[in-house]
């Protein structure tokens, strides 16, 4: 279906042909003309579907149809995401769409001074795209007010949850009028969010872009067994061998992505790590280098990759596997995005061998497995227990975890704001084709 097809206006019409795109995807195929219409939207999507431009073309239609210029600007739309990546991808995406439309915008998060987006919402906007930590600095210290919101948007509602932000988004969700549209967009439906969206949306139509759970068809898959010791040596040895001009490589933890981006680039592989305890200006500037080909690899751990959103990327690697198995598939939906294909290769050592059985039964399939000549496992070495490096130790403890973290916000809340300048201690750390993404 061609994006004409939707009824959008003119004006966006233009801008989604500046982009270059003129097929819509299934989810903004569904989504589009439901949210058009006013209804609330419960909306599974992985990434790589195009939900983004999903609800973001309609409701900038929708504020369109009721736009004054005299009127005083107010934040008529929030946009919650989980991360300050994402964040800055969806307001991106409100600009590039709402480039011939008269509307301002603001992007809010923590990580960076807080004076500069005060003074962005003194001067009025009429969309806000916020991280909830963040957010409620600015609700807290009156610089925002939310008492007109006409449209609700949560974005990677599932990552929110386990990030446990379940506390603040019910602050968030009083605080917003109860007369307005609300949309919630989730990887997964799971019984948190079931129950989010029975609490505060009124009969949501649910829509299912994607099998729930299913890794991309275009994305081929392999495992390669090898020693724990060996990972860098071999992932080298495929970058170099194979060719690979830009890769995006994952790991559980924040300095398992340093010490391999380290290895990397001393072995002559340009490469960058990313992740929640980098700054907002290297983050960026990291991501920025890995877009333009300056960097060749970008070591990423779960939470800093949200967000990332890069076209015709053409191979992601699990240098560890997740701990969680749905974590597996985030990851290679940065590959083989909008008709593209892509793939995604595995480095399997001895401890890991139940996580990737966990993937296998969550996507039905077998991954392949490869054995490098040289790099076989060592039969001798014993497995050793995986240690948590994404604060979620397994999928029945999801509550748990969650409510760990909720005690803790005040001090590290993921994609957060800072706290009072007075209370520095407590300050939060931010934890080309034809498809419009």
């Known amino acids: 279906m061609l994006f004409e097809d939707l009824g959008l206006s003119a004006e ?55 736009y004054n210029e005299n009127q005083k600007r107010h934040p008529r739309v929030l946009v919650l995401t989980p991360t300050r990546e994402l964040a800055a991808q969806v307001h991106e995406s409100v600009r590039d769409y709402g480039q011939y439309l008269p509307f301002r915008s603001a992007v809010i998060f923590g990580g960076v001074s807080i ?22 600095d ?58 989010l969206a029975a609490e505060f949306m009124k009969n949501p139509v649910e829509l299912q872009a994607t099998p729930q759970n299913t890794a991309a068809e275009r994305v081929s898959q392999i495992a390669y067994p090898v020693d724990k010791d060996r990972k860098t040596e071999l992932l080298s040895k495929l970058i170099v061998e194979e060719n690979w001009q830009q890769a995006l490589v994952f790991t559980r933890t924040k300095h398992s992505a340093n010490k391999l981006a380290e290895k990397l680039d001393k072995s002559g592989i340009s490469a960058s790590a990313i992740h929640g305890n980098k700054s907002q200006g290297a983050r960026t500037k990291a991501l920025a280098d890995f877009k333009a080909g300056v960097v060749r690899v970008l070591v990423a751990t779960d939470i800093a990759a949200r967000g990332i959103d890069i076209d015709k990327l053409p191979h992601v690697a699990n240098f560890e596997l997740p ?27 001895v401890d890991e061998l139940k996580l990737l059985k966990d993937i296998e039964r969550l996507l039905r399939t077998d991954i392949e497995k490869v054995y490098f000549p040289g790099y076989e496992i060592d039969p001798s070495i014993k497995a050793e227990p995986i240690q948590n490096g994404g604060g979620r130790s397994n999928s029945g403890n999801h509550g748990k975890s969650r409510g760990h973290s909720q005690a803790n916000a005040g001090r590290a809340r993921p994609g957060g704001g800072a706290g009072a300048a007075k209370n520095k201690s407590r300050a939060r750390a931010s934890g080309g084709n034809r498809y419009a993404g």
């Open 138 to 195: 600015h609700v807290q210290q009156r610089s925002i007010d939310l008492s007109r919101v006409e449209i609700l948007v949560l974005d990677e509602a599932d990552r929110m949850l386990d990030m446990g932000f379940i506390r603040d988004i019910r602050k968030i969700l009083n605080i917003v009028p109860k007369q307005r549209q609300t949309l919630l967009f989730s990887a997964t439906f799971s019984r948190e969010i079931k129950t």
């Open 323 to 349: 701990n969680i198995p749905e974590d597996y598939v985030h990851r290679i939906g940065r590959t083989a995005r909008a008709g593209q294909e892509g793939h995604a290769i595995s480095l399997v050592c």
């Open 115 to 136: 004076n500069p987006q005060k003074q962005k919402l003194i001067k009025g906007v009429d969309i806000v795209v916020a991280t909830p930590g963040r957010l409620l």
């Open 12 to 66: 966006l019409l233009r801008s989604v042909k500046t982009k270059g795109y003129e097929e819509a995807t299934p989810i903004q195929q569904q989504a589009i003309p439901l949210i058009l219409d006013g209804r609330d939207v419960l909306a599974g999507a992985q990434t790589g579907t195009g939900k983004t431009a999903g609800f973001t073309l309609p409701l900038l239609q929708l504020l369109q149809q009721t």
